[in-house]
């Protein structure tokens, strides 16, 4: 049973430029979450696709921006790249975002450098 | 607003040894608590959680948490530390409101086992 993926695993942009990360959920789950890991930091949560819907959303600028595919699958994509988005940026999966008790798995990352 | 503390940047402890990695939460209502640890480039992997019911939790690798309502604390613990065991931890809350499932992560607290 395949786990959460992410591609690529590295990449470097310079500012200004756009990039577009992938994931992949784990097998059953349905709802993709991403987050932004800066160095020293805890994950920050950036947004929540369900149905293929954004349904939730946390403190990031509108360059930020995503899409869910009909196999659950997601992208995130960022805009004019500034030095201080260089992060990991982590997707994590998990089975409906009704608020229950499921559990959000993680991939391993894709660690992006600007710059 | 949620928000998760660990008081501590890092904890060393010897093999063998019981070990301590501290967290404290402020949430509205009920907490969903999780702790999940992060080995050198890598993505986070689950350790255990608290829903509700019985307040110590026990988890994957011998890990266990002990839920703290009265001191809004959320402690892992484990009885005999490994050198494996090394690595980042972070403590996280969420909601638990239908499409309120963001999970709002601490700091993270380095722990370094030695032998």
């Known amino acids: 049973d395949a786990g959460v993926t992410q591609s690529p695993t590295h990449l470097i942009k310079t500012r200004g430029q756009q990039v577009t990360l992938r994931c992949s959920p784990k097998?059953?789950?349905?709802?993709v979450s991403w987050y932004q890991q800066a160095l020293g930091q805890g994950p920050q949560f950036i947004f929540q696709?369900?149905?293929?819907?954004?349904?939730q959303r946390g403190n990031f600028p509108d360059r930020f921006s995503g899409h869910q595919f009909p196999n659950y699958s997601s992208e995130l994509n960022v805009n004019a790249l500034l030095l201080g988005d260089s992060a990991l940026y982590l997707c994590?999966?998990?089975?409906?975002?009704?608020?229950?008790?499921?559990?959000?798995?993680f991939g391993p990352g894709t660690r992006l450098l600007v710059l | 607003a949620q928000s998760v503390a660990q008081p501590e940047d890092q904890v060393n402890v010897a093999e063998g040894n019981p070990l301590t990695v501290k967290c404290t939460y402020s949430?509205?209502?009920?907490?969903?608590l999780f702790w999940y640890v992060q080995y050198p480039n890598r993505g986070l992997q689950f350790l255990l959680k608290?829903?509700?019911?019985?307040?110590l939790v026990k988890g994957s690798y011998g890990f266990e948490a002990e839920f703290n309502k009265s001191q809004t604390s959320f402690h892992l613990k484990k009885p005999s530390a490994l050198v494996s065991d090394s690595a980042l931890y972070f403590c996280a809350v969420r909601e638990t409101a239908v499409y309120r499932t963001a999970l709002i992560f601490g700091k993270g607290t380095t722990l370094s086992v030695s032998s």
């Open positions: 994590a999966s998990s089975f409906g975002p009704q608020g229950g008790q499921e559990t959000q798995y």
């Open positions: 949430v509205s209502g009920n907490p969903y």
């Open positions: 097998s059953g789950h349905d709802t």
């Open positions: 696709y369900y149905e293929e819907e954004e349904r």
């Open positions: 608290y829903i509700t019911g019985d307040n």
